[in-house]
């Protein structure tokens, strides 16, 4: 009988099961300071060992697996690629912040479970820590009989700094619509224009700022649930037509603010599950791309 293998280098963690490597977490990439170089998970595959992540896309080449990635930071871009600036769009600047491993503090994993709890920094683009974030991520509920596995991502993180820092986004600097900033997940090209819904809404356009416990995202080879284990729902900011991607987004409508030694929590759960599988369900049917 299969059990979950985790393997350990000095820049990287494999979580595999039954000869499928299902997660790699990158903790020191090697990335263009463009990009806002942060960990990320890719690639992130199913059961049956089809990738549902996407790293450097061209369309998009910061947008890195699934990361924790805000678009800004007090000033500062943790997104990536150019910062829009109100009435000037999108425009590159030396703004981009650095998400920086620290140390693992704990690493447990039995048959069925493996959990990694990770300290970080988060770097400004003059170097000051302005946050630091305590991480865990679990990989569990393998069932092989419905092609199916769980992530668990979560985070604290603290304002280190002596001053408020108030998370933002394009949306909150004036691009409506465009609310990202979050633990964001870019898919890979199988999920384009595939169906997305919650509980209450169905289609790109209604899903993008809604607010939902869960997403419900499918591809032709995989159907991906991400789904919100806070008391309040998320408001999920989502793309299919452009590119597949989604987050629940921390400053979809309003900038947040985080007061000096304030904290701020998220606990989140993807449900991956491969299309191949026996008794395998999906949300919804994936619509053919029109020529």
């Known amino acids: 009988m299969s059990e979950l293998a985790l393997c350990m280098t000095a820049d990287a963690v494999e979580v595999g099961f039954g000869g ?12 263009a300071r463009t990009d806002s170089p942060r960990p990320y998970a890719h690639p992130v595959r199913t059961l049956a060992g089809d990738e549902i992540t ?4 061209e369309d998009h080449p910061w947008h890195l697996g699934i990361s924790m990635a805000v678009a800004d930071v007090d000033g500062d871009n943790f997104w990536g690629g150019p910062t829009y600036v109100d009435g000037s769009g999108y425009r ?3 703004d981009h912040g650095e998400v920086r491993h620290r140390r693992w503090a ?16 988060w770097l400004a683009a003059d170097g000051r820590v302005v946050l630091a974030e305590a991480r865990v991520l679990r990989v569990d509920g393998v069932d092989p009989r419905f092609g199916r596995w769980m992530l668990h991502w979560s985070y604290r993180l603290r304002n280190v700094s002596d001053r408020c820092v108030r998370l933002g986004s394009p949306a909150t600097s004036g691009r409506s619509g465009a609310g990202y900033g979050g633990l964001f997940w870019r898919g890979a090209a199988t999920f384009r224009d595939g169906p997305v819904s919650t509980e209450d809404a169905s289609g790109e356009h209604a899903v993008n700022g809604a607010s939902a416990r869960s997403l419900t995202f499918t591809g032709e080879t995989a159907a991906l649930t991400f789904a919100s284990a806070d008391a309040d729902p ?8 452009e590119y597949p991607g989604a987050c629940p987004a921390l400053a979809f409508h309003d900038r947040l603010p985080l007061d000096p030694g304030g904290v701020l929590t998220g606990r989140y759960r993807f449900e991956i599950t491969s299309r191949a599988a026996p008794g395998a369900t999906a949300a919804g049917e994936y619509r053919d791309r029109e020529s």
Do not use: H, I, M, Q
């Open 20 to 31: 499928t490597t299902l997660l790699r977490y990158l903790f020191r990439p090697d990335l």
């Open 54 to 57: 996407a790293v450097g896309p």
């Open 92 to 94: 590159y600047r030396e």
């Open 106 to 121: 704990d690493v447990s994993v039995s048959a069925d479970s493996c959990e990694l709890t990770e300290e970080l920094s």
């Open 234 to 241: 998320a408001t999920w900011f989502v793309r299919s037509a």
